[in-house]
């Protein structure tokens, strides 16, 4: 087995010891496994048009293979999905699901139907590091990264399960990376499924239609606009320093300045891209109209709009939703300085499929990326080893 084959066995962590997982391979990826073949660029192009349109992984039915090349594949590669441990559907269509990985660990997914799109929020991580005071999957801890296959794998198994849409496309018209984990910090596993989602050979999304949302990792989001044109969604929160600091402890290491100018060169490398903000409402935190005013001198004449959400609790949370008027009044002062300014439609709550509510099954936690453990209530520092 090549070295670039090792490497990818060895972070595909469903495939077995001998085997490659060809799932959430980027095309260059597949490419590069057939030369090694001797076999034409092309195969790698026919295997994604099986795998993510036809919805085909068994390799005995790719009927414009070789015979030969599908039993080298059988002897080499694999197609491993994610499983499915439970499925929960609500009360107003939304659809959760709960992905088992590995060790007793699990990730969800959310399906969101709508008349004219179907959305898919899917994780990236087994729980998360960053802790944001208000989020369910922070409260879970950390165990680690998905792998690309374990991501593009949710997408898969909800397109098989779901029924197409009544014009014939697939169920999943739109993907966020608004589930577990922050993406930005797995940023090598992502990369490849982002190309793979906006792929024409593969899901052949529009760019539009696929967005990261992120924390606020900045290096990575300045890397991200150099490597894929995908939309970008911010989770700000706060309109300062000092509050930001409380309740997304990443701004610590990258405060709203440094955040915002990433943002701003990310618009910039791309024609008429805006930057959502993501802004949880949460009762007397972070809800005044005084807030409002900050966030708008914040995004004033920039290429941004503003998503509100209204906070979906869970248990052991400290916080509270803001009031419907509150909210109103929030969303119409921006709204009436001229800022873009929607409030998110709660779906789902009633299996606690919501916004901020993934939980997943995490265990095993390891520190967090600010140098943290949480203990309790508490975060104590741990020395690095």
């Known amino acids: 087995m090549t070295a670039f084959a090792l490497a990818h066995a060895k972070d595909a962590m469903t495939a077995t010891a001998d085997k490659i997982n060809l799932l959430g391979m980027s095309q260059d990826m597949l490419e590069q496994f057939f030369a090694e073949r001797d076999e ?40 491993v999905l994610p499983q499915v441990q439970s499925r929960f559907d609500s009360a107003d269509g939304t659809v959760k ?37 208000f989020c369910a999957t ?24 779901l029924p197409r849409r009544e014009n014939g496309e697939l169920a999943v018209t739109n993907v966020v990376f608004m589930g577990m984990g922050e993406p930005l910090a797995n940023y090598r596993n992502v990369i490849p499924v982002l190309k793979l989602l906006v792929s024409d050979l593969a899901c ?76 949880v409402m949460l009762r007397g935190v972070n809800d005044s109209i005084a807030h409002a005013d900050e966030l708008y001198r914040l995004l004033n004449r920039k290429p941004a709009k503003v998503n509100l959400i209204p906070f979906n609790p869970f248990p052991g949370t400290v916080f509270k939703r803001s009031s419907a008027e509150t909210i109103r009044h929030f969303q119409n002062r921006l709204r009436e300085k001229g800022l873009v300014a ?39 520092k741990v020395v690095s080893a």
């Not at 991200?224 to 309740?247: K, T």
């Not at 405060?255 to 008429?272: E, F, Q, R, S, V």
């Open 40 to 79: 034409k660029p092309f195969r790698a192009r026919q295997l994604m048009q099986w795998i993510y349109q036809r919805g085909v992984i068994d390799f005995e039915e790719m009927t414009d293979l070789s015979k030969k090349l599908r039993e080298r594949l059988q002897q080499d590669a694999e197609i």
């Open 97 to 133: 699901w709960l992905f088992a990985t590995d060790c007793g660990q699990a990730v969800e997914t959310v399906f969101i139907p709508e008349p004219a799109r179907g959305t898919l929020c899917i994780s990236s991580q087994v729980g998360c590091a960053l802790d944001c005071a």
């Open 138 to 161: 922070g409260a879970q801890g950390f165990n680690r990264n998905l792998t690309s296959a374990e991501i593009i794998g949710q997408v898969w198994q909800a397109n098989s399960e």
């Open 204 to 279: 052949g999304l529009s760019r539009r239609r696929v967005t990261v949302s992120t924390s606020g990792i900045v290096p990575h989001i300045d890397k991200l606009g150099d490597e894929c044109n995908v939309s970008l969604a911010v989770s700000l929160h706060a309109p300062n320093d000092a509050l930001r600091n409380e309740i997304v402890p990443i701004n610590k290491l990258h405060p709203i300045a440094d955040l915002l100018g990433a943002c701003w060169t990310y618009a910039a490398k791309h024609a008429n891209r805006f930057i959502t903000f993501e802004y």
């Open 342 to 380: 929607t409030t998110r439609k709660t779906r789902g709550d009633d299996i606690d499929a919501a916004c901020g509510q993934l939980a997943g099954e995490v265990s095993n936690r390891v520190r967090n990326r600010l140098g943290e453990k949480r203990v309790g209530d508490r975060n104590i």
